[in-house]
Protein backbone atom coordinates (compact mmCIF):
# COMPACT_ATOMS: atom_id res chain seq x y z
CA UNK A 1 0.00 0.00 0.00
CA UNK A 2 1.00 3.81 -0.99
CA UNK A 3 2.92 5.12 2.47
CA UNK A 4 2.70 1.88 4.20
CA UNK A 5 6.71 2.06 4.04
CA UNK A 6 6.61 5.40 6.16
CA UNK A 7 4.96 4.08 9.18
CA UNK A 8 6.66 2.94 12.63
CA UNK A 9 7.14 -0.76 13.17
CA UNK A 10 7.72 -1.79 16.51
CA UNK A 11 8.72 -5.92 16.40
CA UNK A 12 10.43 -8.12 18.12
CA UNK A 13 14.53 -8.07 17.16
CA UNK A 14 15.88 -10.66 15.29
CA UNK A 15 19.09 -11.04 14.09
CA UNK A 16 20.03 -9.21 11.57
CA UNK A 17 19.77 -6.30 13.81
CA UNK A 18 22.58 -6.47 15.58
CA UNK A 19 25.26 -4.18 13.42
CA UNK A 20 22.52 -1.20 13.91
CA UNK A 21 21.68 -2.12 17.78
CA UNK A 22 25.54 -1.72 18.03
CA UNK A 23 25.56 1.36 16.18
CA UNK A 24 23.05 2.52 17.85
CA UNK A 25 24.20 2.07 21.47
CA UNK A 26 27.67 3.77 20.69
CA UNK A 27 26.07 6.97 19.65
CA UNK A 28 23.38 6.84 22.67
CA UNK A 29 26.03 6.12 25.85
CA UNK A 30 28.56 7.48 26.78
CA UNK A 31 28.94 4.82 29.39
CA UNK A 32 28.02 1.83 30.60
CA UNK A 33 27.12 0.50 27.31
CA UNK A 34 25.89 -2.92 26.11
CA UNK A 35 28.52 -4.79 23.94
CA UNK A 36 28.30 -6.24 21.16
CA UNK A 37 28.58 -10.11 22.88
CA UNK A 38 25.89 -8.78 24.91
CA UNK A 39 23.09 -8.13 22.42
CA UNK A 40 24.09 -11.10 20.61
CA UNK A 41 23.15 -13.22 24.23
CA UNK A 42 20.10 -11.25 24.84
CA UNK A 43 18.89 -11.68 21.04
CA UNK A 44 18.95 -15.36 21.04
CA UNK A 45 17.85 -15.16 25.15
CA UNK A 46 13.92 -16.27 26.19
CA UNK A 47 13.98 -14.13 29.91
CA UNK A 48 13.73 -10.61 28.33
CA UNK A 49 11.56 -8.55 26.20
CA UNK A 50 13.40 -7.06 23.16
CA UNK A 51 12.23 -4.86 20.61
CA UNK A 52 13.05 -2.50 17.90
CA UNK A 53 11.47 0.37 16.13
CA UNK A 54 11.91 0.95 12.79
CA UNK A 55 10.73 3.01 9.88
CA UNK A 56 12.01 2.79 6.45
CA UNK A 57 13.72 -0.51 7.00
CA UNK A 58 16.04 1.96 9.37
CA UNK A 59 16.17 0.78 12.68
CA UNK A 60 15.47 4.16 15.20
CA UNK A 61 15.42 2.69 18.53
CA UNK A 62 15.58 -0.39 20.68
CA UNK A 63 13.77 -1.97 24.12
CA UNK A 64 15.22 -4.32 26.30
CA UNK A 65 12.99 -5.39 29.60
CA UNK A 66 14.96 -8.37 31.52
CA UNK A 67 12.26 -11.16 33.09
CA UNK A 68 13.40 -12.04 36.15
CA UNK A 69 12.63 -15.82 37.48
CA UNK A 70 10.64 -16.13 40.74
CA UNK A 71 9.01 -12.52 40.73
CA UNK A 72 6.21 -10.53 38.33
CA UNK A 73 8.69 -7.37 38.34
CA UNK A 74 9.88 -6.64 34.65
CA UNK A 75 12.93 -4.26 35.04
CA UNK A 76 13.73 -1.72 31.64
CA UNK A 77 17.11 -2.31 31.69
CA UNK A 78 17.70 -0.20 28.40
CA UNK A 79 16.27 2.40 26.04
CA UNK A 80 17.91 3.98 23.15
CA UNK A 81 15.75 6.31 20.43
CA UNK A 82 18.19 7.09 17.33
CA UNK A 83 19.19 11.29 17.78
CA UNK A 84 17.78 11.31 14.02
CA UNK A 85 14.29 10.04 15.70
CA UNK A 86 13.84 12.06 18.94
CA UNK A 87 10.80 14.39 19.34
CA UNK A 88 8.58 12.28 17.11
CA UNK A 89 6.84 10.23 20.30
CA UNK A 90 9.07 7.10 19.39
CA UNK A 91 10.26 6.60 22.88
CA UNK A 92 6.92 6.96 24.30
CA UNK A 93 5.39 4.65 21.50
CA UNK A 94 8.34 1.51 22.16
CA UNK A 95 7.56 1.92 26.12
CA UNK A 96 4.40 1.23 25.88
CA UNK A 97 4.98 -1.62 23.84
CA UNK A 98 7.64 -3.41 25.95
CA UNK A 99 4.90 -2.55 29.11
CA UNK A 100 2.16 -4.71 27.35
CA UNK A 101 4.91 -7.28 25.89
CA UNK A 102 5.79 -7.86 30.09
CA UNK A 103 2.27 -7.99 30.69
CA UNK A 104 1.66 -10.81 28.31
CA UNK A 105 4.16 -12.45 29.97
CA UNK A 106 2.87 -12.01 33.48
CA UNK A 107 4.42 -9.02 34.82
CA UNK A 108 2.49 -6.76 36.95
CA UNK A 109 4.85 -4.13 36.94
CA UNK A 110 8.00 -2.70 35.68
CA UNK A 111 11.16 -0.97 37.22
CA UNK A 112 13.66 1.06 35.88
CA UNK A 113 16.88 2.77 36.88
CA UNK A 114 17.95 6.20 35.86
CA UNK A 115 20.93 9.06 36.31
CA UNK A 116 19.62 10.90 39.36
CA UNK A 117 20.71 14.13 36.71
CA UNK A 118 18.90 13.28 34.06
CA UNK A 119 15.77 15.23 35.05
CA UNK A 120 14.33 15.24 31.34
CA UNK A 121 14.23 11.18 31.01
CA UNK A 122 13.00 11.11 34.88
CA UNK A 123 9.99 13.46 33.59
CA UNK A 124 9.33 11.62 30.20
CA UNK A 125 9.03 7.88 32.66
CA UNK A 126 6.88 10.43 35.81
CA UNK A 127 4.14 11.37 32.53
CA UNK A 128 4.02 8.13 31.85
CA UNK A 129 3.02 6.95 35.05
CA UNK A 130 6.85 6.01 36.59
CA UNK A 131 7.30 6.48 40.37
CA UNK A 132 10.45 7.60 42.26
CA UNK A 133 10.51 4.39 44.93
CA UNK A 134 14.49 4.66 45.77
CA UNK A 135 18.43 5.65 45.05
CA UNK A 136 21.65 3.77 44.31
CA UNK A 137 24.51 5.48 44.55
CA UNK A 138 27.70 5.37 42.67
CA UNK A 139 25.48 3.27 40.27
CA UNK A 140 27.59 3.63 37.18
CA UNK A 141 30.58 3.67 35.75
CA UNK A 142 31.24 7.14 36.12
CA UNK A 143 30.22 7.18 40.14
CA UNK A 144 26.87 8.82 39.16
CA UNK A 145 23.43 7.94 41.34
CA UNK A 146 20.84 6.69 40.11
CA UNK A 147 16.76 6.99 41.05
CA UNK A 148 14.44 3.39 41.01
CA UNK A 149 11.24 4.00 39.32
CA UNK A 150 8.32 1.44 39.07
CA UNK A 151 4.93 1.20 37.29
CA UNK A 152 1.91 -0.82 38.05
CA UNK A 153 1.69 -2.39 34.38
CA UNK A 154 -1.04 -4.52 35.00
CA UNK A 155 -4.98 -2.90 35.78
CA UNK A 156 -8.25 -4.33 36.59
CA UNK A 157 -10.75 -3.96 33.17
CA UNK A 158 -13.60 -1.42 34.46
CA UNK A 159 -15.70 -4.33 33.45
CA UNK A 160 -14.89 -6.48 36.53
CA UNK A 161 -15.56 -3.79 39.01
CA UNK A 162 -19.44 -5.41 39.91
CA UNK A 163 -19.81 -2.47 42.00
CA UNK A 164 -17.10 0.36 43.57
CA UNK A 165 -15.33 -0.24 46.86
CA UNK A 166 -14.14 2.88 48.33
CA UNK A 167 -10.39 3.11 49.45
CA UNK A 168 -9.88 4.01 53.22
CA UNK A 169 -6.38 5.04 54.59
CA UNK A 170 -5.73 2.95 57.55
CA UNK A 171 -5.11 6.06 60.71
CA UNK A 172 -2.92 3.84 62.51
CA UNK A 173 -0.44 0.44 62.39
CA UNK A 174 -2.55 -1.70 64.03
CA UNK A 175 -6.13 -0.67 62.10
CA UNK A 176 -5.94 -2.77 59.00
CA UNK A 177 -8.95 -5.02 59.81
CA UNK A 178 -11.32 -2.16 60.82
CA UNK A 179 -10.25 0.32 57.55
CA UNK A 180 -10.83 -3.00 55.34
CA UNK A 181 -14.09 -3.74 56.87
CA UNK A 182 -14.43 -0.06 56.40
CA UNK A 183 -14.23 -0.34 52.52
CA UNK A 184 -16.15 -3.69 52.07
CA UNK A 185 -19.20 -1.81 54.41
CA UNK A 186 -19.39 1.64 52.23
CA UNK A 187 -19.33 -0.57 49.10
CA UNK A 188 -22.77 -2.55 50.16
CA UNK A 189 -24.39 0.83 52.24
CA UNK A 190 -23.60 4.01 51.02
CA UNK A 191 -24.59 6.30 54.30
CA UNK A 192 -21.29 4.33 55.93
CA UNK A 193 -18.54 7.03 55.74
CA UNK A 194 -15.30 5.71 56.45
CA UNK A 195 -13.77 7.69 59.04
CA UNK A 196 -11.46 7.45 61.72
CA UNK A 197 -13.76 7.60 64.68
CA UNK A 198 -15.51 4.34 63.24
CA UNK A 199 -12.61 2.73 62.24
CA UNK A 200 -11.22 3.34 66.04
CA UNK A 201 -14.71 1.57 67.09
CA UNK A 202 -14.56 -1.12 65.07
CA UNK A 203 -10.79 -1.92 66.33
CA UNK A 204 -11.91 -1.81 70.02
CA UNK A 205 -14.54 -4.19 68.83
CA UNK A 206 -12.58 -6.74 67.40
CA UNK A 207 -8.99 -6.74 68.66
CA UNK A 208 -7.19 -9.78 69.69
CA UNK A 209 -5.12 -7.60 72.57
CA UNK A 210 -1.76 -8.61 71.86
CA UNK A 211 0.94 -9.13 68.74
CA UNK A 212 4.21 -9.79 68.30
CA UNK A 213 4.55 -6.08 69.11
CA UNK A 214 2.60 -2.78 69.90
CA UNK A 215 -1.27 -2.97 70.02
CA UNK A 216 -3.30 -6.17 68.58
CA UNK A 217 -4.44 -6.76 65.90
CA UNK A 218 -7.84 -7.91 64.81
CA UNK A 219 -9.53 -11.49 64.97
CA UNK A 220 -12.22 -12.22 61.86
CA UNK A 221 -14.84 -12.92 63.92
CA UNK A 222 -14.40 -9.49 65.99
CA UNK A 223 -14.84 -8.01 62.63
CA UNK A 224 -17.42 -10.33 61.38
CA UNK A 225 -19.51 -9.20 64.63
CA UNK A 226 -18.86 -5.61 64.48
CA UNK A 227 -19.92 -5.72 60.62
CA UNK A 228 -23.25 -7.66 62.27
CA UNK A 229 -23.49 -5.33 64.69
CA UNK A 230 -23.86 -2.71 61.72
CA UNK A 231 -26.94 -4.45 59.86
CA UNK A 232 -24.85 -6.99 57.62
CA UNK A 233 -25.37 -10.58 56.90
CA UNK A 234 -21.82 -12.13 57.23
CA UNK A 235 -19.61 -15.20 57.04
CA UNK A 236 -16.70 -15.97 58.24
CA UNK A 237 -14.11 -18.24 56.60
CA UNK A 238 -11.31 -19.53 59.37
CA UNK A 239 -9.15 -22.71 58.10
CA UNK A 240 -8.81 -23.36 61.91
CA UNK A 241 -10.83 -24.07 64.39
CA UNK A 242 -7.65 -23.44 66.61
CA UNK A 243 -7.08 -20.30 68.48
CA UNK A 244 -5.48 -17.81 65.90
CA UNK A 245 -2.34 -15.69 66.19
CA UNK A 246 -0.71 -17.54 69.27
CA UNK A 247 2.67 -17.76 67.66
CA UNK A 248 2.93 -13.61 67.63
CA UNK A 249 3.40 -13.66 71.10
CA UNK A 250 6.26 -15.18 73.59
CA UNK A 251 4.64 -15.42 76.80
CA UNK A 252 2.42 -18.19 77.85
CA UNK A 253 0.34 -15.58 79.90
CA UNK A 254 -0.44 -13.71 76.85
CA UNK A 255 -1.42 -16.64 74.91
CA UNK A 256 -3.53 -18.04 77.73
CA UNK A 257 -5.23 -14.19 77.71
CA UNK A 258 -5.63 -14.89 73.64
CA UNK A 259 -6.86 -18.16 73.79
CA UNK A 260 -10.03 -16.49 76.48
CA UNK A 261 -10.32 -13.78 73.78
CA UNK A 262 -10.53 -16.31 71.26
CA UNK A 263 -13.12 -18.62 72.98
CA UNK A 264 -15.14 -15.24 73.78
CA UNK A 265 -15.38 -14.30 69.94
CA UNK A 266 -16.48 -17.84 69.25
CA UNK A 267 -18.95 -17.68 71.56
CA UNK A 268 -20.54 -14.22 70.09
CA UNK A 269 -20.37 -15.12 66.57
CA UNK A 270 -22.45 -18.37 67.56
CA UNK A 271 -24.69 -16.09 69.86
CA UNK A 272 -25.35 -13.51 67.07
CA UNK A 273 -26.16 -16.07 64.38
CA UNK A 274 -22.58 -14.68 62.40
CA UNK A 275 -21.56 -18.09 59.95
CA UNK A 276 -18.55 -19.32 60.41
CA UNK A 277 -17.36 -22.16 57.94
CA UNK A 278 -14.23 -23.54 59.27
CA UNK A 279 -12.74 -24.30 55.75
CA UNK A 280 -9.86 -22.42 53.57
CA UNK A 281 -12.01 -19.56 50.87
CA UNK A 282 -11.32 -21.18 47.49
CA UNK A 283 -10.56 -18.78 44.26
CA UNK A 284 -13.93 -20.26 42.89
CA UNK A 285 -15.90 -18.76 46.19
CA UNK A 286 -14.47 -15.38 45.83
CA UNK A 287 -15.47 -15.11 41.90
CA UNK A 288 -18.98 -16.25 43.19
CA UNK A 289 -19.19 -13.77 45.81
CA UNK A 290 -18.40 -10.77 43.78
CA UNK A 291 -20.34 -11.94 41.20
CA UNK A 292 -23.33 -11.59 43.56
CA UNK A 293 -22.37 -7.79 44.60
CA UNK A 294 -20.66 -9.33 48.25
CA UNK A 295 -18.37 -7.31 49.63
CA UNK A 296 -14.65 -9.48 50.53
CA UNK A 297 -11.66 -9.11 53.15
CA UNK A 298 -9.38 -11.40 53.71
CA UNK A 299 -5.89 -11.79 55.69
CA UNK A 300 -2.49 -11.93 53.61
CA UNK A 301 1.35 -11.79 54.79
CA UNK A 302 2.87 -9.13 53.21
CA UNK A 303 5.97 -10.96 52.80
CA UNK A 304 5.86 -10.55 49.20
CA UNK A 305 4.55 -6.95 49.19
CA UNK A 306 7.32 -5.85 51.71
CA UNK A 307 9.73 -8.61 53.12
CA UNK A 308 7.51 -8.49 56.40
CA UNK A 309 5.40 -11.53 57.93
CA UNK A 310 2.73 -9.55 59.28
CA UNK A 311 -1.07 -10.53 59.10
CA UNK A 312 -2.67 -7.32 56.64
CA UNK A 313 -6.38 -6.88 56.07
CA UNK A 314 -7.08 -6.39 52.27
CA UNK A 315 -10.53 -5.40 50.60
CA UNK A 316 -10.73 -7.40 47.54
CA UNK A 317 -11.73 -5.44 44.31
CA UNK A 318 -12.28 -7.26 41.47
CA UNK A 319 -10.65 -10.64 39.72
CA UNK A 320 -9.96 -11.56 36.14
CA UNK A 321 -8.59 -14.85 34.60
CA UNK A 322 -5.27 -13.99 35.82
CA UNK A 323 -5.19 -11.42 38.94
CA UNK A 324 -7.42 -11.21 41.95
CA UNK A 325 -7.23 -7.14 42.56
CA UNK A 326 -6.93 -5.76 46.58
CA UNK A 327 -7.31 -2.53 48.19
CA UNK A 328 -4.42 -1.99 50.51
CA UNK A 329 -5.39 0.60 53.31
CA UNK A 330 -1.67 0.84 54.22
CA UNK A 331 0.43 3.78 52.34
CA UNK A 332 3.90 4.07 52.67
CA UNK A 333 3.95 7.73 51.85
CA UNK A 334 7.44 8.18 51.83
CA UNK A 335 7.19 5.62 48.70
CA UNK A 336 3.90 5.27 47.58
CA UNK A 337 1.13 7.50 46.41
CA UNK A 338 -2.35 6.78 47.28
CA UNK A 339 -3.35 5.26 43.81
CA UNK A 340 0.19 2.94 44.33
CA UNK A 341 -2.85 0.94 47.11
CA UNK A 342 -5.35 0.81 45.01
CA UNK A 343 -6.62 -2.08 42.42
CA UNK A 344 -3.28 -3.55 43.61
CA UNK A 345 -2.88 -6.67 41.46
CA UNK A 346 -2.18 -9.73 42.60
CA UNK A 347 -1.36 -12.87 40.70
CA UNK A 348 -3.76 -15.87 40.95
CA UNK A 349 -0.45 -18.14 40.87
CA UNK A 350 0.83 -16.28 43.83
CA UNK A 351 -2.36 -15.92 45.99
CA UNK A 352 -2.40 -19.06 47.35
CA UNK A 353 1.40 -17.89 48.75
CA UNK A 354 0.27 -14.97 50.21
CA UNK A 355 -3.04 -15.37 51.28
CA UNK A 356 -1.90 -17.62 54.00
CA UNK A 357 0.10 -16.72 57.30
CA UNK A 358 1.81 -18.20 59.92
CA UNK A 359 3.63 -22.00 60.30
CA UNK A 360 -0.32 -23.01 60.80
CA UNK A 361 -0.78 -21.54 57.22
CA UNK A 362 -4.01 -19.77 58.72
CA UNK A 363 -6.32 -18.55 55.70
CA UNK A 364 -9.31 -16.37 56.49
CA UNK A 365 -11.68 -13.90 54.90
CA UNK A 366 -15.25 -12.20 55.85
CA UNK A 367 -17.92 -12.33 53.38
CA UNK A 368 -20.38 -9.34 53.77
CA UNK A 369 -23.75 -9.82 51.77
CA UNK A 370 -26.89 -7.18 51.13
CA UNK A 371 -27.80 -5.18 54.33
CA UNK A 372 -30.30 -7.69 56.54
CA UNK A 373 -33.14 -4.78 56.49
CA UNK A 374 -32.96 -4.78 52.53
CA UNK A 375 -34.07 -8.46 52.18
Not at 11 to 27: G, N, Q
Amino acid sequence: MPGESNKLLIRTVEDRDLDPLVDLEEASFANDRLSRRRFQHWIKASNRVFLVAEKDRQLLAYGLVFLHKGTRLARLYSIAVSGLARGQGIGKTLLLALEEAAKEKGRLAMRLEVAKDNRHAIGLYEKSGYRIFGEYQDYYKDHGDAVRMQKRIRSIDPKQLIHPIPWFQQSTDFTCGPASLLMAMASLDKKIKPCRELELDIWREATTIFMTSGHGGTHPLGLALAAKKRGFDVTAYISTDKPLFLEGVRTEKKKDIMRTVDRQFHKRAKKEGVELVIAELTQKQIASALESEHALILLISTYLMDGKKAPHWVAVTGMDEGCIYVHDPDVDEKLQDRLDCQHIPIAREDFAKMSTFGNDKLRTAIILQQLLRDK
